[in-house]
């Protein structure tokens, strides 16, 4: 139980385009989600916290509109790297959670974004 | 906001040996600590984790312990076999689940044959 699942997986894009991650719970009501970045060989960082129905919560130093979180229903959160750039060429990577995972998070498998 | 320093970055043990990763906690209203395994280009992997209602936890090979006090908790992997090898993360977390986690910086493990 608890899956969650992202796509895609990998995606290469031009500079200047948009692109849109999906996160998903598959076996569960995800009242939470999180978006994570993870520069190569380092840590993963928090981006924004997002609640179904609301407004998704940024970390500081992440710009909202450039990094659009919509989290439209209880097992769907989305990512959208807008207009992007070479610097944000990173592992995006989900989680998930729900109230009686007693803190506990869920991860997905990560997207893995190419911006020439 | 919260800050997790972990240590060593990078940690080579004989396999058969025993490997211990530290890290440190700024809130001391952080009150979830768990520990995540991650390979290369993958998911992180929960592989124990530790409420600050709880000084010490233990999965077969894998334990944790934690000083609220001192505000350090570490990870303690016995009897290490290749299979260990990768880079290990600590992390804290705040609040009832909905707060995001704050990483340390990884740990890489290294076991050697």
């Known amino acids: 139980g608890a899956v969650v699942s992202q796509h895609p997986s990998r995606v290469i894009c031009k500079s200047g385009t948009s692109v849109k991650i999906e996160c998903r719970s598959l076996?569960?009501?995800?009242?939470?989600m999180f978006w994570y970045r993870q520069f190569p060989k380092k840590s993963l960082m928090l981006m924004a916290t997002?609640?179904?129905?609301?407004?998704?919560?940024?970390e500081q130093g992440v710009e909202k509109d450039k990094f659009l979180i919509n989290h439209a229903s209880l097992t769907l959160s989305t990512l959208t790297v807008t207009s992007a750039h070479p610097e944000d060429s990173s592992f995006y990577i989900c989680?998930?959670?729900?109230?009686?995972?007693?803190?506990?998070?869920?991860f997905g498998p990560g997207t893995r974004l190419t911006v020439l | 906001g919260e800050n997790v320093e972990q240590h060593p970055s990078t940690l080579s043990v004989q396999e058969g040996d025993s490997a211990v990763i530290k890290c440190t906690y700024s809130?001391?209203?952080?009150?979830?600590f768990p520990w995540y395994k991650q390979e290369l280009g993958k998911r992180p992997q929960l592989i124990i984790d530790?409420?600050?209602?709880?000084g010490e936890k233990k999965d077969q090979r894998i334990a944790v312990t934690l000083n609220k006090t001192a505000k350090h908790f570490s990870l303690h992997i016995t009897e290490t076999q290749p299979e260990d090898s990768a880079v290990y993360f600590c992390?804290?977390?705040?609040?009832?689940?909905?707060?995001?986690?704050?990483f340390g910086k990884g740990t890489h493990l290294i076991i050697q044959p």
């Open positions: 989680s998930a959670s729900y109230p009686i995972a007693h803190n506990e998070q869920f």
């Open positions: 076996d569960f009501q995800a009242t939470t």
């Open positions: 997002s609640n179904e129905g609301s407004k998704a919560t940024y």
């Open positions: 809130d001391s209203a952080s009150n979830y």
């Open positions: 530790i409420r600050s209602n709880v």
């Open positions: 992390a804290a977390m705040e609040g009832g689940g909905a707060d995001g986690l704050t």
